[in-house]
């Protein structure tokens, strides 16, 4: 499926211009209808759905998603005297405050349950109702807000993650089997691996960001960056304090680990030790938050108003605006179903 979005004052014409028979749905109405262009040739049906105010319109036509039907439609919607743009540079739908604001763009990106659902509460406006109240009562409600807010960026901010160790010790092959895909070649000549490659992976519901290095010394840059240095095969590098380290052994399955190893043991071939492994590189969330603010500037507010920041309270009991966050759309029913 393809959405297409008409906006602005003249959309409801528009649109109507490409109707083969029917009135455009009343707002918040869906309608199945035929498009057709200016000669009356059908070029799709849709879903057509009517949003917005009278000064204000948005119109939602869901057509078929193949390039020609959206080409096609487009060129329709151009001739009726619309003017075709990118919807990045769409603003956004109705009366909504900055916070819902930050997770609709958010959205499209975000990679794991965990981030969907801190989002879903700022744009049901739970979110927003937990921010006045905190603002309005301090105490406990504040103090929720607080933790709970300091704990979601493991869902949104990848764990960097880089593999480091001497030729051959099955760097590239762990990288590839953590990941579950051919991404670095794998070779038995040492030194295969040239420049470092990197992949994302989503495990324990959390986004892994995966670097494979070659040879002995890892790039400072590299390792600077890490959240965690996986050390295959030889003691790891020098690292920075906070950078956590995983000594590991790979083939096990040909070669047993030293009998004082204390690591994680493993095998690219056989899987053992892979679960662990990622465990300890992105070790999964426990237990499940309430409302949580997902942006930077947001907590910055909100630990200057526990200090006592009045006008950074005002700016971030705006930022929740009113609570009262866009209403979700109804299809038609009943009698009016056409
Ligand atoms: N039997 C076995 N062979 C492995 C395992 N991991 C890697 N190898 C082999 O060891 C060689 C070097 O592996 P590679 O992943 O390229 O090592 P790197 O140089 O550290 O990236 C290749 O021939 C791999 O097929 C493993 O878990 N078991
Ligand atoms: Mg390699």
Request: proline share 8%.
């Amino acid at each position: 499926m393809a959405l297409i979005e008409v906006v602005g004052a003249g959309a409801r014409a528009t649109v109507g211009r490409l109707l083969e028979a029917g009135a455009l749905p009343d707002d918040g109405r869906a309608a199945h209808r035929w498009l057709v262009d200016a000669t009356g040739a059908r070029l799709d049906d849709a879903l057509v759905v009517a949003w917005g105010t009278a000064t204000a319109p948005r119109i939602e036509l869901g057509v078929h998603g193949g390039p020609a039907v959206v080409a096609a439609v487009l060129a329709a919607l151009g001739e009726a005297g619309a003017r075709v743009v990118p919807s990045a540079a769409l603003p956004l739908f109705g009366a909504v405050d900055p916070i819902a604001a930050s997770a609709w763009r958010r959205v499209r990106r975000v990679r794991t349950a965990g981030a969907m659902r801190v989002l879903g509460a700022a744009w049901s406006g739970a979110l927003q109702r937990s921010v006045t109240a905190a603002l309005a009562t301090g105490g406990e409600p504040l103090e929720r807000l607080v933790r709970d807010s300091a704990r979601v960026d493991a869902w949104f901010r990848p764990v960097r993650a880089v593999l480091v160790g001497p030729p051959n010790a099955g760097k590239s092959s762990l990288f590839n089997a953590l990941l579950g895909r051919e991404r670095a070649t794998v070779s038995p000549e040492a030194g295969t691996t040239r420049d470092a490659v990197d992949d994302r992976g989503v495990w324990n519901d959390r986004v892994v960001h995966l670097v494979d290095t070659a040879g002995d010394a890892p790039p400072a840059l590299l390792l600077a960056r890490a959240d965690v240095v996986v050390a295959v095969g030889a003691p790891p590098p020098a690292v920075r304090p906070g950078t956590r380290v995983i000594p590991v052994v790979s083939r096990v399955d040909v070669e047993p680990p030293p009998p004082d190893f204390d690591g994680v043991a493993t095998s690219a071939v056989t899987g053992q030790g892979l679960g662990t492994l990622r465990d300890a590189i992105a070790p999964p969330i426990d237990a499940p938050v309430g409302p949580a603010l997902f942006t930077r500037l947001d907590r910055r507010l909100l630990e200057r108003v526990r200090a006592g920041d009045e006008p950074a309270g005002r700016r971030l009991r705006r930022r929740a605006g009113d609570g009262v966050v866009r209403p979700g759309w109804r299809l038609s029913s009943g009698e009016q179903n056409d």
